[in-house]
Nanobody, 120 residues
Framework: QVQLVESGGGLVQPGGSLGLSCAAS????????MGWYRQPPGRQREFVAS???????EHSDAWEGRFTISRDNAKNTVQIQMNDLKPTDTAVYYCNTDPPFQNDDGEDIWGQGTRVIVSS
């Protein structure tokens, strides 16, 4: 059974930094691109960035050069370092494969996410 466990969220002031981590289990994640998604308050979940096992990165416009994504294939973990955070980065952040991992019924599987609040 695939499990995705995100951690590292919290409250940070504008301009601050935060690092998120995700531990994945239940399948061979090294064959997938792993990434981060976020769901701002009142909005749909959106893609932020992903990285393949070979280090190729894809990212959305939210990236703006402020984020760094990395993964440890041996440990099935993926991290994102977010710098110069803005209030618009406030969201629940989720990790997943890119595209999102699906169960046998074709439903996307998500973890609980970790909440990031950027506010003074």
């Amino acid at each position: 059974q695939v499990q995705l466990v995100e951690s590292g969220g919290g409250l940070v002031q504008p301009g601050g930094s935060l690092g998120l981590s995700c531990a994945a289990s239940g399948t061979v994640f090294s064959i997938y691109a792993m990434g981060w998604y976020r769901q701002p308050p009142g909005r749909q979940r959106e893609f932020v960035a992903s990285v393949t096992s070979r280090g190729r990165i894809e990212h959305s416009d939210a990236w703006e050069g402020r984020f760094t994504i990395s993964r440890d294939n041996a440990k099935n973990t993926v991290q994102i370092q977010m710098n110069d955070l803005k209030p618009t980065d406030t969201a629940v952040y989720y990790c997943n494969t890119d595209p999102p991992f699906q169960n046998d019924d074709g439903e996307d599987i998500w973890g609980q996410g970790t909440r990031v609040i950027v506010s003074s």
